[in-house]
């Protein structure tokens, strides 16, 4: 019996480790992040940091952005070849740091789960779903902080339950570094964070370790913030809103249920309904950010030639989802015992309160962010990290002494929702797809020796300057460069620009370091301050759950 336990967990990890490579690969081939949602209001961060352009930014915290420029930094090189890998750069970036953020917010809610004495294939079927959980999986394809918070906030929320259950002080300095992270990401998300502490902190019980830990996390804060308004010139609370946004929900806007939610179910439909968007986007898409993105997401050129995206049939099983979800949630919160579980499960009605004092500018100091045509800025992805918690905690309760198969076919009809809702692209298509080829390059190391390349025919490779001096001055297939008219386009290397007039010429000159002319020009030669204090208290927070996950491993064997 206990071997046929064994080798239940070992094939539902299996599962979740599969489920997780398809849907990042899924993702990656089928989204291009550079053309996703607010890409023209976040880009910009990319151009200040990967390519030291003097660009405005438009917000305070500027940690996570820079993360992802480094990131783009460790494989730059096909942009020398030319401008035209720019975008994949950053989707590159993007989609990698945020892959990996989210892989550390999983295993947060793993050890949540532990914590919480949930039965381990219980929990891997539960971090399943969330593997699929759309707004979870939208927040790995866009330029947002909020998966971030989403790395963060699980080993924050285990840290103040350890603290809260055994007294202990070391819980409150591991969580201080992660607390100063969280609350300088975003005015929201700050809120937000507090609001969580607040939940948990027993002022009754106010000692010095609280006390101490407390001034530490807000000096840290200040050394943070500081750093982030010498690079972007913002406070936190300082937020450059369109001037269509300079407005605030009126309270009929929080309370009101339109009657067409099914019959048409469509973005900008629920302009004047706080719920009607709610329910449409918990599990949908109802911004049109994500799969439904016209644009970003290949799926949608291949299948329909649409001006509407999005099978209005999965759209309206998506409304029951939420409808489900929203009032399950309720009733459960209301019937639960457990302090610890009740906490956890009502943070996404936090996320949606915050959300609620923004649109409705209830703290005048902050900017109006509200737009009456579009009932913007209520959006499942603000308080993604609050609303997994809460669907994890929904599918505890539904799965609390259920049979393993109950829980699979719950798996297997959430998980047919999904692929219908994501409707990614035939693995055909990619086969003959150049673009997707290079993407693919992108993941094969050149360190490793470029394991990809014996199976891919690249269009271009970037491995060596030999490579590159191949890619730019002969492969045909290189948009930049005309050979049959034998004309080369221009190198440079520094304010050196020569034109080659030969084959062998332009190899020389590229393997001098000359590069694309139109690749150079790509980069300024500003040099942008780094968010040094940030990454630093980043490592620390690194540092403080991995100690936890030794100490708490050691506490165990004892």
């Known amino acids: 019996m206990i071997k046929n336990h064994e080798i239940t967990v070992k094939t539902g990890f299996v599962l979740l480790i599969a489920l997780n490579i398809y849907i990042f690969v899924i993702n990656f081939l089928n989204y291009t992040s550079a053309l996703g ?44 070849i030319s401008p035209i890998y720019k975008s994949l750069l950053i989707e590159f970036g993007i989609q990698s740091v945020n892959f990996i953020m989210y892989l550390i917010g999983m295993i947060g809610i793993f050890q949540l789960l532990k914590y919480f004495k949930i039965e381990i294939f219980q929990s891997i079927i539960i971090l399943c779903f969330l593997t699929i959980f759309p707004p979870l999986v ?6 947002k902080p909020e998966i971030l918070a989403f790395a963060l906030m699980p080993w924050a929320l285990i840290l103040l339950f350890k603290y809260s259950k055994n007294q202990e002080s070391k819980y409150l300095f591991l969580l201080s570094p992660v607390a100063a992270t969280l609350l300088t990401l975003k005015a929201s998300i700050t809120l937000m964070t507090f609001i969580l502490f607040t939940l948990f902190i027993d002022f009754k019980k106010w000692n010095k370790a609280i006390l101490l830990t407390s001034l530490f996390t807000f000096l840290s804060m200040l050394l943070i913030l500081n750093e982030s308004q ?60 994500y799969w439904l993105n016209l644009n970003a997401w290949k799926g949608n050129k291949y299948w329909c030639d649409c001006i509407v995206p999005g099978n209005i049939n999965n ?14 949630l309720l009733i459960s919160l209301v019937k639960e015992k457990s302090k610890d579980l009740k906490k956890f499960g009502i ?8 959300l609620m004092v923004n649109a409705g500018n209830f703290l005048p100091f902050l900017t109006m962010n509200f737009n009456p045509s579009k009932g913007d800025p209520i959006k499942t992805h603000y308080f993604i990290f609050f609303l997994v918690f809460s669907f994890t905690y929904l599918l505890i309760k539904l799965f609390n002494k259920r049979s393993t198969v109950f829980s699979l076919s719950i798996f297997l009809l959430f998980f047919i929702f999904t692929f219908q809702l994501f409707n990614p692209i035939e693995n055909s298509y990619f086969k003959s797809d150049s673009q997707t080829i290079n993407k693919i390059h992108l993941f094969s190391p050149c360190v490793f020796g470029d ?83 940030f990454f630093a208290f980043f490592i620390f927070s690194i540092i403080s759950i991995i100690y936890f996950l030794i100490d708490n491993k050691r506490v165990k064997n004892d």
């Open 315 to 328: 759209l309206r099983v998506g409304i029951i989802f939420s409808l489900v979800f929203y009032i399950g």
């Open 138 to 143: 939208g927040a790995r394809l866009i330029l």
């Open 451 to 533: 394991p990809l390349g014996s199976v891919f025919n690249y269009t271009d490779s970037w491995c060596s300057q030999e490579e590159i001096a191949n890619s730019i001055c002969i492969n045909s297939q290189n948009e930049s460069i005309d050979i049959k008219t034998n004309k080369f386009i221009s190198l440079q290397k520094n304010n050196i620009i020569t034109t080659p007039q030969s084959e062998s010429e332009c190899i020389e000159l590229i393997l001098q370091n000359f590069a694309n002319e139109e690749s150079v020009k790509l980069f300024s030669t500003n040099d942008p301050k780094s968010p040094y204090v």
């Open 347 to 354: 943070t996404a009605f936090i996320g949606i309160i915050v």
């Open 230 to 289: 010498q690079i972007s010139g913002l406070y936190l609370w300082e937020h450059k809103s369109n001037p269509s946004y300079l407005f605030k929900a009126p309270l009929s806007f929080f309370f009101s249920l339109n009657t067409d939610l099914f019959i048409n179910p469509f973005r900008d439909s629920q302009a004047t309904s706080m719920w009607g968007i709610l329910f449409l986007d918990t599990f949908g898409d109802y911004w049109e950010r």
């Open 37 to 80: 949602t607010d890409f023209t209001f976040y880009g910009p961060y990319i151009e200040f940091f990967t390519f030291s352009q003097n660009t405005e930014l438009q917000e305070q915290g500027v940690g996570y952005f820079w993360l992802i420029s480094k990131f783009i930094e460790l494989n730059i090189n096909p942009i020398f």
